[in-house]
């Protein structure tokens, strides 16, 4: 029994691990986001996500309003969000005084089809050395076309494309 006890706490010790960073900021505010989400609180998201981004939605207030647009469409349709993982985090890369990090996204969702995990990139920069952070969510879009988008972004950053598992 104290062997499965022990063999259990190393299991869960390592998946922690493995869903951090190196930067506790980072695994704060990516927490912090995560729970703006998963709780509808669209105010308080729109605050980790990247300025180019919110800038191309026509500002914070209108950004607010899509995004609730969206949620409120997604929840008609029959999806919620109850989970969300990150995990797989790359090295940290500076470019054009920013600093660049690219994680694998986590979301298991009930859909009308049942309940799915799925898994694509999002993009974590600081332009402050890693104190504050944005997020770009990139929708599990193909690399090419989120560095056309984003040009600030180094080529270098691991960028996978979405995945949709089935859960049972």
């Given at each position: ?18 869903s ?18 998963i ?7 729109v ?122």
């Open positions: 029994m104290k062997k499965v006890f022990a063999i259990s706490i190393v299991v869960i010790t390592y998946n922690f691990c493995l951090q960073t190196s930067n506790n900021q980072l695994n704060q505010q990516l927490n912090e986001m995560k729970n703006s989400f709780l509808n609180d669209i105010d308080s998201y605050n980790y996500i990247d300025s180019f981004t919110i800038e191309s939605m026509g500002g914070k207030n209108n950004a607010i309003k899509i995004f609730r647009e969206e949620f409120d469409k997604k929840r008609d349709e029959g999806f919620s969000f109850l989970e969300i993982d990150y995990k797989d985090p790359s090295k940290f890369l500076k470019r054009n005084n920013e600093l660049q990090c690219s994680i694998t996204q986590e979301m298991l969702l009930e859909s009308p089809e049942g309940k799915m995990l799925v898994e694509y990139s999002i993009i974590a920069i600081s332009i402050d050395e890693g104190n504050n952070w944005k997020f770009i969510d990139t929708y599990g879009k193909k690399k090419e076309i989120v560095l056309d988008v984003f040009s600030n972004i180094s080529h270098e950053l691991p960028i996978i494309p979405i995945s949709k598992t089935p859960v049972d």
